[in-house]
């Protein structure tokens, strides 16, 4: 079984960016799908994008479409997401998980999560 920790949140003002990273262990990255959820206080869990395994497809929810990008260095066993253009709006924590089915936009596709990183954003 993979173990994920995120790393790279903090502070920033809107405008700002921040890359986050997810290191693996265990084992190796590259027999999974990748992705990004986060989960803002009294909100559910929500979808942020995903990589597939070879880093080839990927895809992102509409609220961050343009601004964050995800990308993979499976040498390294690890998972980026670069956030550009923050707004207050993208606060939250910020989770990475693993898929050994489909690249899938939904919380049951992974089974396997990291315990988060916060970001927060201010105005």
């Known amino acids: 079984q993979v173990q994920l920790v995120e790393s790279g949140g903090g502070l920033v003002q809107a405008g700002g960016s921040l890359r986050l990273s997810c290191a693996a262990s265990g084992r190796t990255l590259s027999s999974y799908n990748m992705a990004w959820f986060r989960q803002a206080p009294g909100k559910e869990r929500e979808f942020v994008g995903a990589?597939?395994?070879?880093?080839?497809?990927?895809i992102y929810a509409d609220s961050v479409k343009g601004r964050f990008t995800i990308s993979r260095d499976n040498a390294k066993n690890t998972v980026y997401l670069q956030m550009l253009s923050l707004r207050p709006e993208d606060t939250a924590v910020y989770y990475c998980?693993?898929?050994?089915?489909?690249?899938?936009?939904?919380?049951?596709?992974?089974?396997?999560w990291g315990l988060g990183t916060q970001v927060t954003v201010s105005s």
């Open positions: 990589i597939a395994r070879s880093g080839g497809s990927t």
């Open positions: 998980a693993a898929s050994q089915g489909g690249l899938s936009t939904s919380r049951r596709g992974y089974g396997v």
